[in-house]
């Protein structure tokens, strides 16, 4: 399709596992966001990508997390050791270019860690 | 840092009612403020947009307008319909290339 597409759309794993979730940003989109949304939370803000290259990782929530993006598409988030607290909806969005603002977002991969 | 504070839900209204959804901001600078829009088992999408001060946004019926003076954007629409139903999130973009949400408003509008 011709949207963001975002994989698993939903991930059970147990506490210790670690977890990837992917993104398919929309054709052309030089710009991709990750943010994580949690239970009556808003919008978290995790990492974001230029290209392949990330000027801002001030979001992720520790160390056991980590974002690649490859040929100025595809990204993947790596969450290692998962732990409880990292059960969330995992959001992914492109945009035409950084800073607009104006961001199209894929459905989400929930992720619950037992 | 930019934040954005709006107000908490949720927001329960029958058909055809008037809606406001408040928001504020705290930013460095002249931000673009916008609203953003995900109804149920959907992702989230840009409902309308202000890029200065003044600037009235609009789109389905829905309008807010920037305000600089009082820092607020507060989204407004004159008659809302079961369609409505959705959560809403205030968001800007400052000083930084990432897009700052506030915690999101549940509306629910019954027939």
């Known amino acids: 399709g011709a949207g963001v597409s975002q994989s698993p759309s939903n991930k059970v794993t147990e506490k210790g596992k670690d977890v990837e979730l992917r993104c398919d940003p929309i054709?052309?989109?030089?710009?991709l966001y990750w943010y994580r949304q949690s239970l009556g939370q808003g919008l978290e803000f995790l990492i974001y990508?230029?290209?392949?290259?990330?000027?801002?990782k001030s979001g992720l929530p520790s160390d056991r997390f980590s974002a690649e993006r490859t040929g100025g598409s595809v990204s993947t988030l790596t969450i290692q050791r998962t732990q409880q607290e990292d059960s969330a909806v995992y959001l992914c969005?492109?945009?035409?270019?950084?800073?607009?603002?104006?961001?199209?977002f894929g459905e989400g991969s929930r992720l619950t860690v037992l | 840092g930019d934040s954005v504070t709006q107000m908490e839900g949720p927001v329960t209204l029958s058909e055809e009612a008037f809606l406001t959804i408040n928001c504020t901001y705290t930013a460095t600078g002249y931000p673009s403020l916008f609203w953003y829009v995900q109804y149920p088992g959907e992702g989230l999408q840009l409902l309308l947009k202000?890029?200065?001060?003044?600037d009235k946004g609009s789109n389905k019926g829905f309008e807010a307008t920037y305000r600089k003076e009082t820092t607020s954007f507060h989204l407004e629409k004159g008659s809302v319909q079961v369609s409505d139903s959705a959560v809403y999130f205030c968001a800007l973009s400052g000083s930084t290339d990432k897009l700052i949400f506030g915690t999101g408003t549940r509306l629910q509008v019954f027939p």
């Open positions: 969005a492109s945009s035409p270019q950084a800073n607009t603002g104006e961001l199209f």
């Open positions: 054709s052309g989109h030089t710009a």
């Open positions: 990508f230029q290209g392949n290259s990330a000027p801002d």
């Open positions: 202000a890029t200065k001060a003044d």
